[in-house]
């Protein structure tokens, strides 16, 4: 399939799709939405391909990884599998959690507590990858891994499995990526297969994590997923699966969850962080596939109801559990925790739920949450490893420091980092008929068609070390359209300038600044996005905790010992150069960097104060 007839082939799954979920939409929908609800239609999401980073952050992530995961070897990859299912399974083993051990003991055992579960996240951040590079050996090892995968598909891989709908979530989503990206042709059957098989070892229904429902196991075996996957199960509906996996993902909504959340109480309290947050992602599909207001009101409370127990970072869930509302459990982690923040886990569920309020709502402040998240925890993480070392937690303890977990080679932290490295793309750019939304202020070119004519966007800056960002527009014709623009709720006096010359529109912070004209070559927008510096508390008990915020970016303090600091002191921090600042004491300065500019030293996030 050429790669027009494979992008002209989604974009009518697509659009299919969106008006099946209109069609679904009840009436009182529509009272809904006049009751404040948002009454446009979804934004649209641009394809991995039609976004090109200039980013050195971003980019070496993504070339790290790919590397990574194109370095694992085939046998390797499916050895669990073929063992789970009575097959011959050569090749070297990876160890960690992917390792498959029939003995395995909870407590007891390092390795092997979740054999194979990051196989379907791998097979998806390939497919993704190849969209953005068109690399025809990743291409290859995608349709390679599914057809090796295939021969081993069996029940008995679910029955020893302690995670299966959790294992079964990612090959859903591994499948119906190689379909979409890579255009794999027997992707849809080998998943109709998959489910066939998955099905009978599922529970009828989402079941709470460390609720039992298969006896005689030990308390992992209640810490599987079931209240995730409706997510890719509405997704594969929408990508042309078939019925089944629509009836499916109404089937596995955690309603439990989903219907306190609704009616506007906080019930986040002692949930696993990442997977409840993670969770959130299949209301809004609810929402997108059947219309139902409820999911959509239930995720726009959950996520009221996190930023009030999050960290200046954006992060949330020290030792991955939610807090009660005014908890000082997470003023306390400060001290007594440094599993401060599940971060690729965490920022990939947090990214997928912001993305898609953001979508429905328009509403700025949760791409000012999908930045600020991105800049201070995911951005910064240490790379994945050949050998499986993998950054999980941030660590906002006083005396914090980035570290491998020795224990946790390959883990699940494994399986996200691949896909938040390639989703930063489609979180940058929205269209919808009028136009295009600028969502991340990333150096980056994004090239769609508008109204029948080829146009390109280039983004360049040194922000958010940098207050200013331009765009230049090329166009072969003259072309009327819309550039929205993020302005942060920080960036208070921010400006819009066109070729030069500063344009009277609405610049309000905590909005979208819509600039409309008739666009031609060599256009040139300039946003002024005005950077202070301010202080954030940890929470409204501990006023004297503050974190120094400039922009979208946490500056932390690289330092082993805090001396007597004043407010004024911190907000009188002097820039020494491109990417760093300092604090003056009555000893030595205190360096204060990004996350992204710390290496193995001693930070704090948090400064005390007098």
Known sequence: MTSSLRVSRRRFVQSASMMTAGLAIPSRFFLEMQAGSPAQQPLEQFDYGDVVLASGLHEKQLEETHSVLMGLSDDSLLKPFRQMSGQPAPGEDLGGWYHYNPDYKWG?????????????????????????????ATREKVIRLNRLYAKTISGDYYDRNRFPTYCYDKLVCGLIDSHVYVGDPDALSILERTTNAALPHFPKRAVEHGKEWRPKKDESWTWDESYTISENLFLAYQRGA???????GRQYLDDEYYDPLAEGHDVLAGRHAYS??????????AFLTLGSAKHLHAARNAFEMLSQQSFVTGGWGPDETLRDPDSPDVAASLTESHSSFETPCGSYAHFKLTRYLLRVTRDSRYGDSMERVMYNTVLGAKPLQPDGRTFYYSDYNFKGRKVYSDTQHWACCSGTLPQVVADYRINTYFRDL???WVNLYIP?????????TQVTLTQKSLYPFDEVVTFEVTTSQVRDFALNFRIPAWATGASVSLNGRRVQIPATPGSFAALRRSWSKGDRVELDLPMTKRLETVDPRHPQTVALVIGPLVLFAV???????????????????????QVRTGGAPI?????????????????RVT
């Open 242 to 248: 078939g019925e089944r996996y629509r009836e499916l």
């Open 108 to 136: 007891k055992d390092e390795d092997g507590f979740a054999p194979s579960c990051t196989f379907g996240q791998w097979v998806s951040a390939l497919a993704r990858i190849y969209a953005i590079t068109r690399d025809q």
């Open 434 to 436: 009028s136009g295009v």
């Open 444 to 452: 980056s070119t994004l090239r769609w068609t508008q109204d029948g």
């Open 559 to 581: 330092t082993d010992t805090q001396p007597p600091l004043t407010r004024a002191d911190l907000l009188a921090a002097s820039r020494v150069d491109q990417r760093s600042w």
């Open 276 to 285: 409840y947050v993670n969770s959130l992602s299949s209301a809004m599909q």
């Open 591 to 607: 360096k204060m960097a990004p996350f992204t500019g710390i290496g193995d030293e001693q930070y704090t996030t948090y400064m």
